[in-house]
């Protein structure tokens, strides 16, 4: 049986910050099978990976004796270890058995060389190659992102991040969260008149948490958002916003199954106007709602 699945805020609430960790930053590599911006399969791509190793207590034989012990994780090893599992998906692309080797596949493979487990906590139909690279007794979380630079057509990448608490060796709470980051596109929005008369390019980041699926959705998530910004003629981001996460909802109840707990997707929604304030970076506006509260023709209020 599969651990349910929470949202991101919510597991750090449930276990605090670890004591120690041990993070690598931005593994690069490349792969080949998971859709490009067109939506294209197995055409060569970019990825990289971040993992970051939440420790079960502070530094102890490892800071005393100033050589490594089982208290700490080896940074240089870590990122060996997710380079061999991206080399061998890369090798078995030539023959596979035809089963699709998407993000959430490459996701879940580091994820069960690293611990044993897959992301929902079980234990997978391939088991790792040998024994897992972690000591789960030593580990209280562990968070491991994905992501594919030149995935999105207007934007800076998409990120597959998945998250679990660990307690005595075992999985206790899981997330995964999809986003889709720093989409930059040109649309009518705001309220002075000079911005009613012509378009101009907003920044928009888009994270869908709680969203455990199996297959390459976020091609299809970027038209949907896209769309809802190249129609916008709102004065205000804040209407954008609740029309955002209107659209991003109908879309993801019409084509994917939501979370076995019926609390539905959490949704979090960021709009930039680079050019609105010109003595400042950029203004932004947010927006974090659950799916289960976004009625078509109400207001959208935050639960």
């Given at each position: 049986m599969s651990i349910p699945i929470r949202t991101s805020h919510s597991l750090l609430l449930a276990t605090g910050e670890p004591p120690a960790t041990v993070r690598v930053q931005n593994i690069q590599s490349t792969i080949q099978g998971p859709s490009d911006a067109w939506g294209r399969q197995d055409r060569p791509q970019p990825i990289s990976v971040s993992v970051a190793v939440g420790m079960a207590q502070s530094f102890g034989p490892t800071s005393?004796?100033?050589?490594?012990a089982?208290?700490?994780?080896?940074?240089?090893?870590?990122?060996?270890?997710?380079?061999?599992t991206l080399a061998r998906l890369g090798g078995a692309q030539g023959t596979s058995s035809g089963?699709?080797?998407?993000?959430?596949?490459?996701?879940?493979?580091?994820?069960?060389?690293?611990?044993?487990?897959?992301?929902s906590g079980q234990q997978p139909a391939s088991p790792a190659q040998g024994p897992p690279f972690l000591k789960l007794a030593s580990v209280k979380s562990l968070q491991v992102g994905l992501r594919l630079p030149k995935a999105?057509?207007?934007g800076a990448g998409v990120c597959l991040t998945a998250t679990a608490a660990f307690a005595r060796g075992a999985m206790t709470a899981r997330g995964i969260k999809l986003a889709l980051c720093d989409l930059r596109i040109p649309i009518l929005i705001g309220v002075n008149a000079n911005e009613r008369r012509a378009k101009q390019g907003v920044v928009a980041?888009?994270?869908?948490?709680?969203f455990d699926e199996a297959r390459d959705c976020y091609c299809a998530l970027e038209d949907v958002i896209a769309k809802a910004m190249t129609?916008?003629?709102f004065e205000t981001i804040e209407a954008?916003?609740?029309?955002?996460?209107?659209?991003?909802?109908?879309?993801?109840v019409r084509n994917h199954t939501p979370p076995a707990d019926g609390e539905g997707w959490q949704l979090g929604i960021a709009v930039e106007k680079p050019i609105a304030v010109v003595f400042a970076d950029a203004p932004c506006v947010e927006l974090r709602i659950n799916t289960n509260d976004v009625?078509?023709?109400?207001?959208?209020?935050?639960?």
């Open positions: 005393t004796s100033d050589a490594l089982s208290d700490t994780v080896h940074y240089g090893l870590l990122s060996k270890a997710v380079l061999a089963r699709q080797l998407t993000l959430p596949a490459i996701l879940d493979t580091i994820w069960t060389d690293l611990t044993g487990v897959d992301t999105t057509l207007q980041n888009v994270e869908v948490d709680r129609d916008s003629s954008l916003l609740a029309d955002m996460a209107l659209r991003i909802t109908t879309h993801l009625v078509p023709g109400e207001d959208v209020v935050p639960r």
